[in-house]
């Protein structure tokens, strides 16, 4: 045997025993429950084989009703892969091109959407505002509305760039898409996605969310606040839209795992273009880059009371999902290291962070407005011998020092560390999330 082939077979993946997997993911979201960080189900493929698809915690904490494989949690924004996969097929039939002006289905739009095509719209590539950034959208959410009123919010409002020159994520975007594919077939959003995936996938536990509607097996929302657990914030569901409204279980999301395989939703052609990135690794409705060297196919989801994940390695035809009832944001990071214990690869275990006193006189230099992009701002103030945040749109939160300047959220995964300048001055943040490290900038 030659060196060469030596050192070929030394680098194969040897996949580990199915239940060597089980037990290792378990005791890992056993850790994170501990923690008040999980409260889902969860489910792992490999090779067309379930190796895990497990329940964990509780559906509904007053009626003492456990999560399963197929209790149905609200998918925030995995919805737009279906959104995507809905206008893929539509193009197909020759029912619209992603090549169409957006103002061809909102006409009353400003002139600039002429320069906007369904393709900048699949690809957060627009410059259309993203309405859920907006500063009265805490406000907004809670209302009844319909597609004129909410388009209304944002068709009259400058693009932020030219169409097509930069990445920005956008839920006005694919809210936009989701109107389209209305247009275009002539059903609702939630029937056409039921006539024409979730009835052909057999995805039975799957469909469009409604504040109204009985929907057997459907999980409440939780938050975790000053320790406790607490029902999610209300939402509108009128408003999510082709952006985030759908709800679904693992092991409906594993039946559109497979098909993706197949082209019986598209052609493979369309399937090659849907999985095309464009910037910022962005294709249609999917993240799409590599990781622990592998091909990987992935995108989250967060709506009031809910965190999801589903990440596809379709070389590999390894399939990690986790859709949670507990607003904690630590999927990302869930995702991640399911995904590091397939491919036994290494991860850090889940550890509580340490909380140090610190003078609270050094808070009102953090206190500000902090921009991470234009109308997403954190919001940073002293209340007392505490530190609050509170993004855009989103619930104010205490944040606890590790040290002077680095502080975490307990009940998510996200720290943040203070930047000064040489003279001490704080001039920024940097909010560490989901692997990312986002600057912003103190404008106030």
Known sequence: ?????????????????????????????????????????????????????????????????????????????????????AIAQLAERGKLSLDDSARKYVPDAQEEWDKV??????????GIPSFT??????????????????????????????????????????????????????LSYEAYLKENIFGPLEMNDSGYDSNRAIVKGRAAGYARRDGKWVNADHINMEIPGGAGGLYSTVEDLYRWDQALYTDKLVSKPMVEAIFTPDKEDYAFGWVVKKQFNRRRT????????????????????????????????????????????VFGEKYEAPRERTAVRVDPKLFDAYAGKYELQPEFIITIRRDGDKLMAQPTGQSELEIFAESETKFFVKVVDAQITFVKDEEGRVTGLILHQGGRDQPAKKIE
């Open 298 to 341: 992935a995108h989250g989801g967060g709506i009031e009371g809910f965190n999801t994940i589903i990440a596809r390695y379709p070389d590999d035809r390894v399939c990690v999902i986790a859709l949670s009832n507990l607003n904690s944001g630590e999927l990302d990071r869930i995702g991640n290291d399911l995904a590091a214990i």
């Open 1 to 85: 045997m030659s060196l060469r082939f030596a050192f070929a077979l030394l680098c194969l993946w040897v996949p580990a025993p199915a239940q060597d997997v089980a037990a290792k993911v378990d005791e890992y979201i056993q850790a994170h429950m501990k923690m008040g960080q999980f409260n889902g189900s969860v489910l792992v493929a490999r090779d067309g084989q379930k190796l895990v698809s497990k329940g964990y915690g509780m559906a509904n904490l007053e009626y003492d009703v456990p999560n399963t494989p197929r209790t149905k949690f609200r998918l925030g924004s995995i919805t737009k892969q279906f959104t995507a996969m």
């Open 117 to 126: 095509t369904v393709r900048h719209l699949l690809t957060h590539t627009s």
């Open 133 to 186: 950034s907006f500063t009265d959208y805490s406000t907004f959410k809670l209302l009844p509305t319909n597609p004129a009123e909410l388009m209304a919010r944002f068709k009259h409002k400058p693009l932020e760039f030219e169409p097509g020159e930069k990445f920005r994520y956008n839920n006005s975007g694919y809210y936009l898409l989701g109107f389209i594919v209305e247009k275009a077939s002539g």
